[in-house]
T-cell receptor, first 111, second 111 residues
Framework: QQQVKQSPQSLIVQKGGISIINCAYENTAFDYFPWYQQFPGKGPALLIAIRPDVSEKKEGRFTISFNKSAKQFSLHIMDSQPGDSATYFC??????????FGTGTRLTVIP | DARVTQTPRHKVTEMGQEVTMRCQPI?????VFWYRQTMMQGLELLAY????????DSGMPKDRFSAEMPDATLATLKIQPSEPRDSAVYFC?????????FGQGTRLTVV
């Protein structure tokens, strides 16, 4: 059973546009929600993370929006660039530290 | 530049052979994870350790997989005997608080 559901599976965005990736979870014990970025042939790299006591966190062009009541969170990439083309994974964990990953979104930014 | 180091990067082996993958976590990190990534299943947690003690290995096929941490600088994942369905990229990650930092992975092909 997938603990974290992620959509869409793939996304194509024009350069300069906004990329939006969504995730949903059921386990209310989750208290840490990171996003990872993975380029081909590389391991996932931590991009940005949020805890449920805030509704939004922004780092540069990357923003996480968090809706605790809906048990949903999303990644917004503003002014998307071709260099952002990668696979993005949302994840969630409890205090036990084991990360449960979504199935990934392959983002392609067209020049 | 601290990073998780995995060896080998690529491994091709015949079915039935033993495979050992090694991981050097980031110095000072007390948690080590093993993940497996496939197109079909995405990122699956196989096992993780805290302070070298195994906390959860429920994701591993126990009859053929084993994970150990002989010391704080080395984690190993062993498959014996290997099967074609074990073909995947195996990632090691380490962390101290909530973040997990991934290595570049070992791409295993069992023929």
């Amino acid at each position: 059973q997938q603990q974290v559901k992620q959509s869409p599976q793939s996304l194509i965005v024009q350069k300069g546009g906004i990329s939006i990736i969504n995730c949903a979870y059921e386990n209310t014990a989750f208290d840490y929600f990171p996003w990872y970025q993975q380029f081909p042939g590389k391991g996932p790299a931590l991009l940005i993370a949020i805890r449920p006591d805030v509704s939004e966190k922004k780092e540069g062009r990357f923003t996480i929006s968090f809706n605790k009541s809906a048990k949903q969170f999303s990644l917004h990439i503003m002014d998307s660039q071709p260099g952002d083309s990668a696979t993005y994974f949302c994840a969630a964990s409890t205090g036990a530290n084991n990360l449960f990953f979504g199935t990934g979104t392959r983002l392609t930014v067209i020049p | 530049d601290a990073r998780v180091t995995q060896t080998p990067r690529h491994k091709v082996t015949e079915m039935g052979q033993e495979v050992t993958m090694r991981c050097q976590p980031i110095l000072g990190h007390n948690t080590v994870f093993w993940y497996r990534q496939t197109m079909m299943q995405g990122l699956e947690l196989l096992a993780y350790f805290r302070n070298r003690a195994p906390l959860d290995d429920s994701g591993m096929p126990k009859d053929r997989f084993s994970a150990e941490m002989p010391d704080a600088t080395l984690a190993t994942l062993k498959i014996q005997p290997s099967e074609p369905r074990d073909s995947a990229v195996y990632f090691c990650a380490s962390g101290l608080s909530r973040e997990a930092f991934f290595g570049q992975g070992t791409r295993l092909t069992v023929v």
